[in-house]
């Protein structure tokens, strides 16, 4: 169930962990030339074509490995969105659904809209003076509960240009949650 939130200042000081979760669909799709066009039944792909990229305490920036690790307390809001690899935007990638086996680890995701944020956009008679839109943003997001190990699976879709679904997909990432710890 999506939660319709207006974009606030004690939304934006929560305290959260924001990842982005990029897919190469073009290669991807070429991988899987058949993909499942049922919501109902996804393909289940291997990490290859998907890369985490979150702020990691001594860590890379990214990676592709299927997993996340981060070190947070309790409290701390995880927050998940997804984006294609698209040079031309020939592709859209929409998440469509986060479920977990442990639930004793993470909150169950939920789905974030925040309605109508002004973001800029490029003005091609004048790149100095850029325009600006309005669109919608989400997000998925789940709150830290506990140290330990939750699997998750993430539902997506790659669409074209015209929104037309080219295939549904499931990817398993695994989320490593270990706390602050003091030291004595």
């Not at 919608?136 to 939750?150: E, N, P, T």
């Not at 699976?153 to 499931?170: E, I, Q, S, T």
């Amino acid at each position: 169930m999506a939660k319709d939130r207006p974009s606030t200042k004690s939304q934006r000081s929560e305290s959260h962990v924001a990842v982005l979760i990029i897919v190469d669909a073009e290669t991807l799709l070429s991988r899987y030339p058949n993909a499942s066009l049922s919501p109902e039944a996804p393909v289940r792909v291997d990490s290859e074509h998907l890369y985490v990229l979150a702020a990691r305490d001594g860590g890379p920036l990214g990676s592709n490995d299927g997993h996340l690790d981060l070190t947070v307390t309790p409290g701390v809001h995880l927050r998940i969105r997804g984006s294609a690899l698209a040079l031309r935007g020939e592709h859209i990638v929409v998440f469509d659904g986060i479920t977990q086996e442990h639930a004793g680890v993470l909150s169950p995701f939920e789905l974030v809209l925040r309605r109508a944020l002004t973001v800029a956009t490029p003005n091609f008679e004048n790149l100095l003076q850029p325009g600006n839109q309005s669109i919608d943003d989400h997000f998925w997001q789940s709150q830290v509960l506990a140290d330990g190990v939750a699997a998750c699976d993430l539902n997506f879709m790659v669409l074209n240009k015209a929104c037309l679904v080219l295939g549904y997909f499931r990817w398993r990432l695994q989320i490593n949650i270990s706390g602050l710890r003091e030291v004595p």
